[in-house]
């Protein structure tokens, strides 16, 4: 079968870092994949937190791929951080805690980097000086959003918005005093195509037709607001204060509990910079029982979509998972392709307590491979 390259590889967002952090909800991913001690995992590097979060259930393997080595480069660092610094160090070396003193931390981890991502750090230190996790392009995208609400609405208010302890209350504040057309107006602006696409890049939302944005995505920023008790979304803090105020409300991979289970399992982690399209050529593993792919369907077309499915149909391991996400582009497996079964209920029933907001749809499927190979659709 004829590879699909990826059409988005090329373009300028992926040649630097375009994600600090993961903009995906680990409590999702966790209850969608149900990953355990007998599973190998296929996981989209990105920012690297759910790779590594991923640890936490204990999974034999975790290969974690992109196609941005920068990506690569950067859960590398998160991984070294574990290995050569103690849990207070890696919070001020990343960022979470204010500190004059990362490059001098940084040479700790330098002997846990590859010579290439050694190359990139030595060459990008300002990023480092700077904390890296609010390095990514995404992230500086969200913190001039809630720069703008505290210059526009003020900071009490945002502070307001932060601080509820309990959901009736946030809810009320939110109908009453949040909710209004000044904030559908700058929200619908913010995130429309035309910002979107040039902040970020037009070649992620090519396959998006005739659609308004913001409107779309502020569907579902309304109902975690709303809905989900923000005094424990670490999202939502991250948009209006560029920080974590800690405690639970902190990535997993992150929260001080996880450190000596995640530093004594880094090594289950390997790390791959290749296209997905081409990885699924090249391998015979057949060892893949849980699939975390982001959203990087919303960004092949359907020819390489279907070429995945194929893909992943042959190298899975009977009744493994799969999960997506979908920001404005709705990707569903075709019924055609019958190794794949849609646990549609359960999935949009995580994708409501998905606390990342913004995505517009989540898929997971169960593979039956047998099924796929009955069906015929194995290469042509
Ligand atoms: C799909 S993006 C989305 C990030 C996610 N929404 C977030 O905010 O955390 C995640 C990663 O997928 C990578 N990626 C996209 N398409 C890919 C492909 N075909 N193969 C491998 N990696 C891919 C990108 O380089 C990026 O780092």
Redesign the pocket.
């Known amino acids: 079968m004829k590879t699909n390259r990826?059409k988005?590889?090329s373009a300028k967002f992926?040649a630097k870092l375009?994600?600090s952090?993961?903009?995906?909800d680990p409590d999702v991913l966790k209850s969608a994949l149900a990953v355990t001690d007998r599973d190998t995992v296929l996981s989209?590097?990105?920012?690297g937190d759910l790779s590594i979060g991923l640890l936490l259930d204990n999974p034999i393997h975790v290969v974690s791929?992109?196609?941005?080595a920068v990506?690569n480069f950067l859960l590398e660092l998160k991984l070294a951080c574990f290995k050569g610094l103690e849990y207070q160090e890696m919070l001020s070396f990343l960022g979470v805690h204010p500190s004059n003193d990362r490059l001098h931390l940084y040479e700790k981890l330098e002997l846990h980097l590859t010579p290439s991502a050694r190359t990139y750090w030595s060459q990008h230190r300002v990023l480092i000086e700077n904390g890296v996790l609010s390095q990514g392009k995404?992230d500086h995208y969200f913190f001039h959003f809630g720069k703008l609400l505290r210059i526009l609405s003020g900071s009490k208010k945002v502070e307001a918005l932060l601080n509820h302890k309990e959901i009736f209350s946030q809810r009320h504040f939110y109908d009453h005093f949040w909710n209004s057309r000044r904030w559908q107006w700058i929200f619908d602006i913010f995130f429309s195509r035309m910002i979107m696409s040039w902040y970020m890049d037009s070649a992620h939302f090519s396959l998006v037709k005739d659609l308004r944005f913001g409107p779309l995505i502020r569907k579902q920023v309304d109902h975690v607001l709303r809905n989900l008790p923000i005094w424990e979304n670490y999202f939502v803090h991250w948009v209006m204060t560029k920080s974590y105020p800690g405690g639970n409300c902190i990535p997993p991979y992150l929260q001080e509990n996880n450190f000596d289970t995640i530093r004594s399992r880094v090594d289950r982690i390997t790390i791959v910079n290749?296209?997905?399209?081409t990885?699924f050529d090249r391998h015979d593993c057949g060892t893949f029982s849980k699939f975390n792919l982001?959203?990087?369907f919303?960004?092949?077309d359907d020819n390489s979509f279907i070429a995945l499915l194929q893909a992943i149909s042959k190298k899975a391991r009977p009744n493994a998972r799969l999960c997506y996400?979908n920001?404005l582009h709705h990707r569903v497996i075709p019924d055609t392709l019958t190794a794949f079964k849609r646990k549609y209920n359960f999935a949009m029933k995580l994708l409501q307590q998905n606390r990342a907001m913004g995505y517009t749809n989540f898929e997971l499927y169960e593979v039956n491979p047998d099924s796929m190979r009955r069906t015929g659709l194995e290469d042509k």
Do not use: H, P
């Open positions: 990826s988005v590889a992926f375009g994600y952090t993961c903009w995906e989209i590097t990105s920012g791929i992109d196609l941005n990506q995404q290749e296209e997905i399209e990885f982001s959203n990087i919303d960004w092949v996400y920001l």
